[in-house]
């Protein structure tokens, strides 16, 4: 079985530019989660997927991140504009159906690290 | 690696001895506890999980302890392998309906020497 995925493995881009994560996560996980670690900082919750509504985003640091989840299934991260202290890596995880018997565990991708120059 | 900048503390065992990661915690409400694995390059990776209403679970060469009086978790590792090295988070969700955002330590990092 495919792990969380998620791409680009790196991005490297100017302040004020955009940027878009993306993250796979392990078919038929109902549960998507985003994470990040900045420079010094330990992991980070951002927000919380249940398919494609949005269950907690009380991570989100400001209006310049935006999450999607349409469908359900794969979802986008936006950074609009990139500020210099966006840099870190950012996680993606997932698990399983609301109710199920692991729906507890989170499976993580191995991030994007993201460099904001 | 993603601990650059990040100063961690550092648990450093000869291959072979046993290890013991410890953790302290500070949401009583917590219910849920996990120890994540990472290795450079790669996202934390699930190890062994415990419920707040155990104090021990055992896994393949390794043990979760959780002390709720004293808020306090360890991670043990038996016979360390070099392969174990990495940084180790504890982490905990609390405990309102499940499948809540995971509260991350700062983590350490176990050296194996061989």
């Known amino acids: 079985e495919a792990g969380v995925t998620q791409f680009p493995s790196h991005s490297v881009i100017e302040k004020g530019q955009t940027v878009t994560l993306r993250c796979d996560p392990i078919?038929?996980?109902?549960?998507l989660y985003w994470y990040r670690r900045v420079m010094g900082k330990e992991i980070k919750f951002l927000l919380h997927?249940?398919?494609?509504?949005?269950?907690?985003e009380s991570g989100m640091p400001n209006n310049r991140f935006l999450a999607e989840r349409t469908g359900g299934t794969y979802s986008t991260l936006k950074v609009q504009p990139a500020e210099l202290e966006d840099s870190g890596v950012y996680f993606c995880?997932?698990?399983?159906?609301?109710?199920?018997?692991?729906?507890?565990?989170?499976?993580f991708g191995p991030g994007t690290r993201l460099t904001v120059l | 690696g993603e601990s650059v900048g990040l100063h961690l503390p550092t648990l450093s065992v000869q291959e072979g001895d046993n290890s013991i990661i410890n953790c302290a915690y500070s949401?009583?409400?917590?219910?849920?506890f996990i120890w994540y694995k990472q290795e450079s390059g790669k996202g934390p990776q699930f190890i062994i999980d415990?419920?707040?209403?155990?104090d021990k679970r055992q896994g393949q060469r390794v043990t979760v302890l959780l002390n709720k009086t004293v808020k306090h978790l360890s991670l043990q590792i038996a016979a360390t392998q070099p392969g174990d090295s990495a940084v180790y988070f504890c982490?905990?969700?609390?405990?309102?309906?499940?499948?809540?955002?995971?509260?991350f330590g700062t983590g350490t990092k176990l050296q194996v020497i061989p």
């Open positions: 415990i419920r707040s209403n155990m």
């Open positions: 982490a905990e969700t609390g405990n309102s309906g499940g499948y809540q955002k995971v509260t």
């Open positions: 995880a997932s698990s399983q159906e609301v109710g199920g018997p692991q729906a507890d565990t989170q499976y």
């Open positions: 997927f249940v398919k494609e509504s949005k269950q907690d």
């Open positions: 949401n009583s409400a917590s219910d849920y």
């Open positions: 078919s038929g996980h109902d549960n």
